[in-house]
Every structure is written in structure tokens, then in C-alpha cells.
């Protein structure tokens, strides 16, 4: 037994007990996630409060370890059926970090400097109090101009995108590049700062050309911070071309940079792998012939302003105009395993190869002793090709283009990766199915309507960094400071249906399930990195299985290679985060986050809603189904850190029962004719009203949406009306109504019903929701899942065949076990956990070397995407449910 404790699991009884009155608001330690920043950042992060303990318009204050009050902004984005609230946001102002924080029931204290907001007709002004911008509302520029103080830090921000329109295979080039720009159709504020801590400027708009043709729709979010220097930028673009012609051949933002200071007080700056930095003046006066002195050579390398000219040696400041001036670089990214720096002197003339690295850290940074502006890409190398350039750095104005995709790398393709191999009919399709694994069907393998988004950051500085300065910015922007709550806390507050608890290695059963667990985070860590799991569109996702024979997991075979979330590793990472509070596996599910929520999904078009089952593409699979653009895979991420870009995902996820009457998941299946009728659409009970009803859910708590709550509840109480409740394996659903129609007794059990977040979502609605005959009937299921032949039959009327994931369905058995408070149901569960079809306690639980690949790697040739996945979330799930039941294997 685990002895009960900070650290252990919680009993039995204890679990789901809420209390019935409002305690007194909890204080909760706030800390960085990576360990206190180098620079004074702004952070927004969400913190969950237990059901009845914070009423609604509660006030917060934000103290640091030493007691002083921090300026603090306060909203809430997610309530508890009573109308407490359930989840807060925070936004910390740019002040110089604490190492720890207190958040507890208070008057926030005002900023010295806070942020403020004016929306004018043509525009919007923000002031953080040490920079302004101008947000235009209509044009090309989406910032006119950033001012600090009263110098023009940056002008002109606008995007940049070149189209090619077709892709030529052979050596002959004959297509024509054709320039786009940005085409602003509307601005929002989303949060004016009254805080007054946090702002946020909503842009939206599409590409145009000179011409007026337009594409690649995009909503840009610029977040302001009080006493901030800087400005974030989150951009997101889709992509509305069917992927066989009309390809991208750049994608960028460009901005102009006003050049005041004298050429030799004009810098460049490149940081590269760690805080390796390229050091640069467009006018160098080190290395000359004649010297012009110790102390301005030392001037221009540190970046400060050099001596007055009139004290230099005559012979050097006599023949400046003979230096030439630099005044373009770039540095390129086309591979995550290198980058290259490069300069001229201007347009016309020859290259410089200046330097290579490895990883670039992707910030950059042009101006001079009066004023400059850094800037910086995230996941750059890991997202290549990505491309930074400095353009007319020796003009009035030097221009900077943060290029997303490198115009160097050539375009990019989106077209499907084979022919078709005569597979026009469902029949081949399902032969295919059956060797490839793939799930072909023409015209289904479009990129159409799927998205990324991007995040950028820009530094309007007084004058050129220091190279410690530079080097924060560089951390910055390669992993954004970000503030998270104590493990405690998130367990005691009871969210994400209670489903975990801290780790605890205090029993020698428990300890070794640990170690397994942190193997396989480790293993998928490692093989992201030996395997160059990376690029724009792959980054963040993992594999689906492995390859023994090849020694490489299986890229090219069908549906065996991008896994797109397939048995929800989004959940297995996320839980993991939320019990141990790792950075590591923290920024790992950020990552797949980011990569699922927008590339596995379509966000246009007639499968808008609707995700992408696992393919050698993203986009490849015919199966486009509810089950990958689930809500319960962004819920987390968006509850821990307010992400207005998710949140996005998951609203528009509120009526894809719509979806429905655009494309039935059977098709392929179905022994009987069926065509949908929005009174009587055929829905599953398992992977398509867990996605529903995540994104319901979700809309519900965020803002008490009535629609989104009769559909939840109207689908709850429908299938627990059925006799065979979730058994009966699909539901008639009324779009007008919102309800299941009544079912004759059947039963019809996947594998795969429950391991796409209902065993989350049911454990979440179960305690929000006073609903008995749902909870029996999900506790039905859970109960006869892994239950015998004769148990399902004498409920049911028949048994459920011969099923698999048993391991992953232990956590099923467990939760039934808490709820029907029975110890013969944790055994039950923890024997089928050991003894399931998934990893047994007698594997190697190790990784061997394997070098006759094209790298050195490591391998678990017993390892696979999909049983780790569930090993992880059973393991999670029955240590926080039964831990105190544990049995050894």
C-alpha cells in the first residue's frame, strides 16, 4: 500500500469529494518554468481553483518571494457549474523577475508604467510605457510604426509571401516567382489593457498581389506587456490551395528599420548555436591597414559608439569612404543540422560567405548606437527552412525579413505523395488499408484548409545590445519565459477529472512503473533528436511505428509514419507534465500541440473541424474524423496558459457536429445504405461524441454558451437512455435538437471508442455534471470493457468479441473501482495492466546503439507510438486512482 502524503495517491474516497461551501481563496506559489529569465518578461499563464472555493469577480494580487507587490492582470476563462470560477488568467507586467511569486485573493497593485490602449478610426496606438506602436487597420503595413520615446525604432510591418505556381521536377526552371503582400480586413482589440498589465491586437486579412489576387488567409495577435520593450507576435496562416498547384516560395514578416548613426556606429547581429554570436559593423574599422586606434576598435566590436572621427589617426579617417560598406547579410536555415551566414555590399554585387554553424538560435538584430531593433523566430532551426534577412543596412533605411520559409530552400511542396495505385474504389481502398495501412480514397490527400502558427518577437532597443543582452534575447525567443503553478496545486484543484497525482516513488511497484515512464519520455525525446523529426510542417509531431528490418521507423509506408495524435500521446505528455511539472515535457506536448492543433486539422473547407488520421503526410489519410481535431487534446495547453490561438481551435470546434452531414467516417464500412440526415445522423458513441463533447465542454465552462450546454447534456442523457448506454457503439443524432434518438439493445465495441480523450472528458463531465444514469452507463463500459464473455452477456445480451489495448483500458477499470468504491475492480485493473496487450514489466525497458544507419541512433525495436500512449495515460491514471491498491506484476 502507498502510504498516503504530499507526494502519494490520493484514497479512494477522497478523489472526487468536493466540498459543499466556498473555503477561503488558496495563495499559490507561481514559478517559471525554466528558472528565472535573463530579462524582464511579460508572461500570461492560468491557474485552477477547486469547485465553490472562488466566487466569481473575485480580485487577485501577485506578491514576489521577498513580499513586494507585482503588477498583475486577472481574468477568468473557465467557471464551475456553480458559477465559481474554475480557471483564472494572469499576466505578469515586464518588471525584473522573481524567482517565485504568490497569487492570493487581493487588490492587484498598478504598474508604474502600465499599458494603454486608444482605438482610433484608422488605427490603434499602444503604449507599454516604453515603446509605442501604431496597429493600422486597413493597408499592407500592419505596423506603421514603433516609436521609443520620441526616436522611430521601426516602420513598415507587414507579411511577405512569394507564390510559384507550379514545381518543376526537371533541370530546366521556367517558373515565374509572384510577390504578395498583407491585406488587412479587420483589427480587433482583444484586451485593451485596463488591466492594465496585458493588451492584445487582434489583425486579420489575406495575401494579395499587385494584381488583387489573394490567398493564405492569416490572423496575427500582437501582445503588448506593461514596461515592455518588446512586442510578441503570434502568426497564423492557412493554407487554401488544394496542394497540386499554387505553391509557397517564401513566407515572411518584413520590416523597415530607420539607419540615423554613421556607418561605422551601425551594427549587425547574428546569435547562432548557444550564445555564439556574429559581431558585425556595416562599416568595419578593425583589420585596415592603418589603425584608428585601441579604444575605437574595442568600441565598434562591443557595439557602443566610437570616438568623435576627428580623433581617429588621420590615415584611417581620411580614407573612410575607401571601407566598403556592408549592408546586406542573411543567415539561412535550410536544415535542422546547419545554417549559413553571408553578406554584400549591396543588390548587384557579389556574395560573402561569412561563417556556418549548426543551429541558429534565430534572432537577429540591425541598428545602431541611437537605436535598433532585435528580432526573433521561435523553433527556428527546428522548424527549418527559416531564413533571416538584413537588406540596405548602409541606407537611410535598413529592411529586416523574418522569413518563416526560406526563399533559398525552393518551394514548398504540398502535393500527395503517390498516384493513386488504382485504387478507385472502396474495395481497393481497404485492400490497401490492409498492406500499407494506409486509408486511400482520391481527392482526400489535400493539404486544403490546414494551418501554422508561428511565433515571432520583436525589441525596439535604444541602442545596440551588449552581447549578454543579445544572448537573452536569444534565450527569449527561443523558449518564451513562461510562469506555471506548483503540482500541488493542480492536483488539489481537482481539473482534467482528477486524473493524476504527484509522482511518487515511495513503493518499489510504483517506482519501477516511474522509471518505465520516464524511459519512454526519454526514448521519444532522444528519437525526435537522432531521427530529425523536424521541418515546418513536421515539427512537434512523433512516429508511429518502427521499422526492425530498416532500423528506422516506418516514414514511408502508408499509415504507419506521422502519427497526428492517433491514441492521443498529446493526453499521454500533457498528464505527465501536470504530475511532475517538467520543463522538458513541458515544451515536448507545447510543441505537439502547436503541430496537431493546426496541421492535423482542416480549418477550411467542407472537412472544416475535422483532423487527419496518421499518414506519411499530415494531410494524407482519407480518414478525416473528430477523433485527431478534438478539443481534449488543446484543453490543457489552453487552460495553463490562457493561448488566445487555441482557444480559437477549440471554439471553432463547437459546431462540427455539422461535419457530419459533410462526410460519413463509416463510409468505407457501412453494410447498409445511409445517407445523412440532419435529424438522424449517424454518430458514434466512442471517438465522434468524445470529440463533440470535449469541444461543448469546453465553450460551456469558458463562458456558460446555453447551445453548447444542451448539446452536452442533451448527448448525455440520450446515451445513457439507451439500454446498452455507450455499448451500443453508435447513436441517430438530431442536429435541430441536439439529442440521440431512442436504440434498440445492440452492442458494438471498437478498441479504439474510449482511447481518444472520453476516458478524460467522461471523468471531467461526471464531476461537473449530476447526470446518475450517465454515470452508470459510462461505469457500464468501463466495468465490462476488460470484463469476461459471460459478465458482457449477461448485461448486454452478447459479448464484446475479442478486443484489444487491454492495458490501455486498465485506467477504465480503475475508474470504476474509485466510483463503485470496489477493491476486487483495482485488482482486476492493475492485473490488466501488467498482464494486458500492452508493455509487460519483463521487457528490456532499455534502448541498444545502432550505427549502420544513415546517423548513430538508439533503438527499442518493442517500442511503438500507440502502446506507449496508453502505457503512459493507464500508468498515470491507476497510480493516481488506485495507487493505494498497488500490486506488484
Not at 531564413?387 to 523574418?402: P, Y
Request: glycine share 10%; with cysteine; proline share 5%.
Amino acid at each position: 500500500m502507498v502510504a498516503t502524503g504530499a507526494g502519494a495517491a490520493l484514497p479512494l474516497p477522497s478523489l472526487f469529494h468536493n466540498a459543499s461551501a466556498a473555503a477561503a481563496v488558496p495563495e499559490v506559489t507561481i514559478k517559471w518554468l525554466e528558472g528565472s529569465p535573463g530579462l524582464p518578461a511579460g508572461s500570461t499563464w492560468g491557474t485552477p481553483w477547486p469547485k465553490g472555493a472562488v466566487p466569481k469577480g473575485q480580485t487577485f494580487a501577485l506578491a514576489a518571494a521577498d513580499g513586494t507587490a507585482v503588477p498583475v492582470q486577472s481574468w477568468p476563462i473557465a467557471y464551475w457549474p456553480d458559477g465559481s470560477l474554475k480557471w483564472t488568467a494572469h499576466a505578469v507586467a515586464a518588471v525584473a523577475p522573481a524567482e517565485s511569486y504568490t497569487l492570493k485573493a487581493g487588490t492587484a497593485a498598478a504598474p508604474a508604467r502600465p499599458v494603454t490602449v486608444k482605438d482610433a478610426r484608422n488605427h490603434v496606438d499602444v503604449d507599454t510605457g516604453v515603446i509605442r506602436v501604431r496597429v493600422r487597420k486597413d493597408g499592407s503595413e500592419l505596423i506603421s510604426q514603433v516609436w521609443r520615446g520620441e526616436v522611430e525604432v521601426a516602420r513598415r510591418l507587414r507579411l511577405v509571401n512569394l507564390r510559384q505556381a507550379r514545381i518543376d521536377d526537371d533541370e530546366e526552371s521556367t517558373t515565374q516567382l509572384d510577390r504578395y503582400t498583407s491585406d488587412i480586413q479587420k483589427v480587433t482589440v482583444e484586451q485593451s489593457g485596463s488591466g492594465p498589465a496585458r493588451a492584445v491586437v487582434r489583425v486579420e486579412g489575406r495575401h494579395q498581389n499587385k494584381k488583387g489576387k489573394a490567398w493564405l488567409p492569416f490572423t496575427v495577435r500582437f501582445y503588448f506587456y506593461a514596461g515592455a520593450e518588446s512586442i510578441r507576435m503570434m502568426h497564423t496562416f492557412v493554407f487554401d490551395r488544394d496542394g497540386r498547384q499554387d505553391f509557397i516560395a517564401g513566407l515572411g514578416v518584413r520590416v523597415g528599420v530607420p539607419m540615423r548613426d554613421e556607418p561605422y556606429n551601425r551594427h549587425v547581429r547574428f546569435v547562432g548555436d548557444g550564445h555564439g554570436m556574429l559581431t558585425e559593423a556595416v562599416k568595419g574599422i578593425t583589420g585596415l591597414r592603418r589603425d584608428p586606434g585601441a579604444a575605437v576598435r574595442t568600441a565598434q566590436v562591443a557595439g557602443t559608439r566610437l570616438p568623435d572621427i576627428s580623433t581617429w589617426d588621420t590615415r584611417v579617417s581620411s580614407r573612410v569612404h575607401l571601407i566598403p560598406d556592408w549592408g546586406d547579410h542573411t543567415l539561412s536555415q535550410l536544415s535542422a543540422e546547419g545554417f549559413t551566414v553571408k553578406k554584400r555590399t549591396k543588390k548587384g554585387y557579389g556574395w560573402v560567405d561569412v561563417d556556418q554553424g549548426k543551429r541558429a538560435s534565430g534572432l537577429g538584430y540591425v541598428g545602431g548606437v541611437s537605436g535598433g531593433l532585435a528580432f526573433g523566430l521561435r523553433d527556428f532551426w527546428q522548424r527549418h527552412p527559416t531564413q533571416l534577412d538584413i537588406r540596405g543596412a548602409a541606407s537611410d533605411e535598413a529592411e529586416v525579413t523574418v522569413w518563416m520559409w526560406s526563399p533559398e530552400a525552393g518551394p514548398m511542396d504540398t502535393r500527395f505523395y503517390h498516384d493513386g495505385l488504382g485504387q478507385d474504389t472502396y474495395p481497393e481502398q481497404l485492400e490497401g488499408l490492409n498492406i500499407t495501412y494506409e486509408d486511400y480514397e482520391p481527392g482526400f490527400g489535400t493539404p486544403y484548409g490546414i494551418a501554422r502558427t508561428g511565433e515571432l518577437t520583436f525589441w525596439a532597443v535604444e541602442a545596440t545590445p551588449a552581447a549578454d543582452r543579445l544572448a537573452a534575447m536569444a534565450d527569449a525567443a527561443r523558449t518564451p519565459p513562461q510562469l506555471v503553478n506548483p503540482v500541488g496545486h493542480l492536483v488539489a484543484a481537482k481539473v482534467f477529472g482528477g486524473l493524476f497525482a504527484p509522482v511518487d516513488r515511495s513503493v518499489p511497484a510504483a517506482k519501477a512503473i516511474e522509471d518505465h515512464l520516464d524511459f519512454l519520455f526519454a526514448y521519444y525525446k532522444g528519437q525526435v533528436e537522432q531521427r530529425h523529426w523536424y521541418g515546418f510542417w513536421n515539427y512537434g509531431d512523433i512516429m508511429h511505428t518502427y521499422d526492425e528490418d530498416r532500423h528506422v521507423w516506418r516514414y514511408d509506408v502508408g499509415g504507419y509514419a506521422w502519427d497526428n495524435s492517433e491514441l492521443s500521446p498529446d493526453l499521454w505528455l500533457w498528464y505527465a507534465f501536470l504530475r511532475s511539472g517538467r520543463a522538458d515535457i513541458y515544451r515536448f506536448a507545447e510543441a505537439m500541440t502547436r503541430h496537431t492543433g493546426e496541421v492535423d486539422v482542416y480549418h477550411l473547407g467542407p472537412w472544416a473541424g475535422l483532423g487527419t488520421r496518421h499518414n506519411v503526410q499530415h494531410w494524407g489519410c482519407s480518414a478525416k474524423q473528430q477523433r485527431i481535431s478534438t478539443a481534449a487534446y488543446r484543453r490543457i495547453f489552453y487552460f495553463l496558459t490562457a493561448d488566445e490561438r487555441v482557444g480559437d481551435l477549440m471554439r471553432a470546434l463547437v459546431d462540427s457536429d455539422k461535419t457530419f452531414m459533410a462526410l460519413d467516417p463509416l463510409r468505407k464500412i457501412r453494410t447498409e445504405p445511409y445517407t445523412p440526415d440532419p435529424e438522424a445522423l449517424a454518430i458514434g458513441l466512442g471517438t465522434d461524441w468524445s470529440g463533440l463533447a470535449a469541444a461543448w465542454l469546453t465553450e460551456w465552462e469558458r463562458g456558460g454558451d446555453p447551445i453548447a450546454e444542451k448539446k452536452l447534456k442533451a448527448t448525455m442523457r440520450t446515451i445513457a437512455a439507451m439500454p446498452n448506454g455507450f455499448v451500443t457503439g453508435e447513436g441517430l443524432y438530431s442536429l435541430s435538437t441536439g439529442e440521440f434518438a431512442p436504440a434498440e439493445k445492440k452492442v458494438a465495441v471498437s478498441h479504439l471508442s474510449a482511447m481518444f480523450g472520453q476516458v478524460e472528458i467522461c471523468a471531467e463531465l461526471i464531476d461537473l455534471i449530476e447526470m446518475p444514469e450517465f454515470e452508470k452507463a459510462w461505469l457500464q463500459y468501463c466495468r465490462l470493457f476488460n470484463g469476461t464473455a459471460a459478465e458482457q452477456t449477461a448485461e448486454t445480451g452478447a459479448a464484446f468479441g475479442n478486443l484489444i489495448l487491454r492495458q490501455g483500458h486498465s485506467r477504465l477499470t480503475a475508474y470504476a473501482a474509485v466510483r463503485l468504491a470496489r477493491d476486487d475492480l483495482a485488482a482486476r485493473a492493475w492485473q490488466e495492466f501488467y498482464t494486458g496487450d500492452g508493455y509487460g514489466p519483463n521487457l528490456p525497458w532499455r534502448s541498444e546503439k545502432v550505427a549502420t544507419t544513415l546517423n548513430p541512433t538508439e533503438e527499442a525495436i518493442w517500442v511503438s507510438t500507440n502502446t506507449t500512449a496508453l502505457y503512459g495515460l493507464a500508468a498515470i491514471q491507476n497510480l493516481a486512482l488506485i495507487g493505494s491498491k498497488i500490486t506488484g506484476p
